[in-house]
């Protein structure tokens, strides 16, 4: 049948999700599975954000509230910005898909990392845009050869901070000098998914350039620490222009109406973060320890997930990890990816990877 595509969408291949766990189950007639692939938090939503979706079942008929009042003016509040720099996105993932097809006419450039969250290329080719891609150094965004690939095509430059899937962070000095180097009509994207997981004193406050009218936005989500991800809630904070633009692309009714109680009812549940903080640290020390004891040398990471090199081909590992009834991420070559679990997962995962390499 004959059928016309745009070269820039053929060219794309659909995004790779994490294993689920039934399909595991189903494929290898396992009953135990664990799954650190997604950098989910392990202990689940906040009970607060729970509780609040007791009684919305009563509403589904109805539209959700497409300005999202009670959520953007708690989040104004909470960062101390007006409600009108605040947009929601059906995920953070959205909110990147509404950047370029705001701010991308065909062949613009996006400048972003050569190894980091793989929905900044795809978003940016399927706007038409020419991502530019800078590759890192030590696992970490160079934003120095960043700020150098800036043109005057360039509309987009992507920080992701902490950067998934390495867990580097870029400090509060590089990105000044960032912003110090970048013209001013180039919006600035931090996107700061893991941002409740960050112990390092030296992160910067991307939000501060959003206050000083800089043109950036900073991304944030409650799919990692807030134990959302099935929901689908992200947000971003910007300057009121920018957000204006983004509206006008925007669907209307994205964020969906349970999303939105839970999300109001987890943000408030500073208890539910510091508790996963705390079980993620600890996690994070178990599963470093353990490679350590293996020879294996994972990158420091501010994030709730591990980078590390398995010197072989990390494919063939990924596989026999998913026999022993393990997901983890397989990035490139021999580097995998592991998300920091409970302490019974975080076990499992190292006593399977120490049978699988032994
Ligand atoms: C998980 C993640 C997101 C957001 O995911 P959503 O579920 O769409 O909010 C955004 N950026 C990075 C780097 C991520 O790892």
């Known amino acids: 049948m004959a059928l016309h595509v745009h070269h820039d969408i ?37 009970p607060k954000a729970l509780a609040a979706l007791a009684g919305a079942e009563t509403t589904l008929h109805r539209y959700p509230d497409g300005g999202a009042y009670r959520l953007r003016q708690a989040i104004a509040d ?31 450039e996006a ?81 700061e998914a893991y941002f409740e997981y960050v112990r390092d004193p030296h992160f910067p406050d991307a939000l ?4 000083r009218g800089r043109n950036a936005i900073v991304l944030r989500t409650f799919s990692k620490i807030y134990g959302l991800a099935g929901l689908r809630i992200g947000y971003g904070m910007t ?4 957000n204006g633009y983004l509206n006008r692309v925007r669907p209307p009714f994205n964020a969906n109406t349970l999303a939105q109680r839970a999300a109001l009812a987890a943000l408030g549940d500073d208890e539910h973060v510091a508790r996963s903080r705390a079980v993620n640290a600890a996690g994070m020390e178990h599963i470093e320890n353990g490679l350590r004891a293996l020879a294996f040398d994972p990158v420091p990471s501010e994030a709730n ?39 019974e997962e975080n076990s499992a995962f190292l006593h399977a990877l120490k049978k699988v390499v032994a």
Not at 79 to 106: H, T, Y
Not at 239 to 242: A, G, N, R, S
Request: aromatic share 6%; charged share 25%.
């Open 10 to 46: 053929a060219s794309l291949s659909p995004y790779v999700p994490g294993k689920p766990i039934e399909e595991l189950q189903r494929e290898l007639g396992l009953s135990r599975v664990v799954k650190l692939a997604s950098n989910e938090n392990p202990l689940g939503p906040s």
């Open 78 to 108: 909470r960062w101390k910005v007006a409600m009108d720099q605040v947009i929601l996105g059906n995920g953070s993932d959205e909110i990147l898909g509404l950047l370029a097809r705001a701010f991308l006419a065909p062949g613009d």
């Open 111 to 191: 400048v972003m990392a050569d190894c980091t969250f793989v929905i900044y290329k795809m978003e940016v080719t399927a706007a038409h845009g020419k991502p530019v891609v800078v590759p890192l150094k030590e696992w970490t965004h160079d934003l120095e050869a960043m700020a150098a690939a800036v043109t005057p095509r360039t509309r987009l430059l992507f920080v992701c901070n902490p950067n998934n899937p390495t867990g580097t962070m870029v400090s509060a000095e590089a990105v000044r000098r960032l912003m110090a180097s970048v013209p001013e009509d180039v919006i600035v994207v931090f996107d």
């Open 208 to 211: 501060d350039y959003v206050k």
């Open 239 to 242: 300057t009121p222009e920018i």
């Open 305 to 343: 997930f591990l980078y590390f090199d398995v010197r072989r081909d990390g494919r063939q590992v990924f596989d026999a990890l998913l026999r022993e009834g393990i997901i983890v991420r397989h990035i490139e070559g021999p580097m995998l990816r592991v998300t920091v679990g409970q302490p």
